[in-house]
């Protein structure tokens, strides 16, 4: 990891104090194992280590992970994400590695999935969904895109404000899809 993929040593010395490293490394072997292109594992590499830097600055060790600092971690801080470093910022880029080692994290016993209450965003993705299969048609396998992209838009947009459908206007939604792809 020290290697030659993070410019900053603070970075891994605290990847390492926390523990994390491990699981890090345990990541990069699997994608190496699995046959990923160098670059690919250096880029999920990177993110990874993004994303435990990220939950050491917020005093979150391995024991205290659940699913939901993954999606916070995505929804909230990489759109607005000013870390020196090395860090991989592409959405796309850092959910794709943040799949592959939510899988090392659940081997090793640290991610847990907790059966929550859906919150208002979920249950609106429902009922948005009910639409698309039950007006619309639309099979599972697009569903599954669209559930995930309004659920994207909506904790961008209204955070942990009051869900209020009537503030959405055509331009909110330009501005969040044009700053995902500016990231």
């Known amino acids: 990891m020290r290697d030659h993929l993070i410019a900053i040593p603070r970075v891994c010395d605290n990847v390492e104090l ?14 190496h194992s699995r046959g990923y292109a160098a670059k690919t594992v250096a880029f999920y590499e990177r993110a990874a280590v993004h994303f ?14 659940d699913e939901g600092h993954m999606a916070g971690f995505l929804s909230r801080h990489l759109a607005n994400c000013h870390c020196s470093g090395a860090g991989v910022r592409r959405h796309h880029t850092v959910r794709a590695a943040l799949v592959h080692f939510g ?6 016993g640290f991610l847990v999935s907790r ?3 859906p919150g208002r965003i979920e249950v609106e993705v429902e009922r948005f969904d ?10 599972e396998s697009t569903r599954t895109y669209r559930r995930r992209y309004v659920g994207e838009f909506l904790n961008e947009f209204f955070g942990s404000r009051a869900l209020d459908l009537s503030r959405l206007l055509p331009k909110n939604s330009f501005r969040t899809s044009r700053k995902e792809r500016v990231v």
């Open 103 to 108: 899988a090392i994290l659940r081997d090793a």
């Open 130 to 139: 009910n639409y698309l299969r039950d007006t619309a048609g639309l099979q």
């Open 115 to 117: 059966p929550a209450k």
């Open 52 to 65: 435990t830097f990220w939950l050491i600055r917020r005093n979150i060790d391995p024991s205290q992970l």
């Open 18 to 31: 926390a523990g994390f490293a491990p699981l890090v490394k345990g990541l990069v072997a699997q994608l």
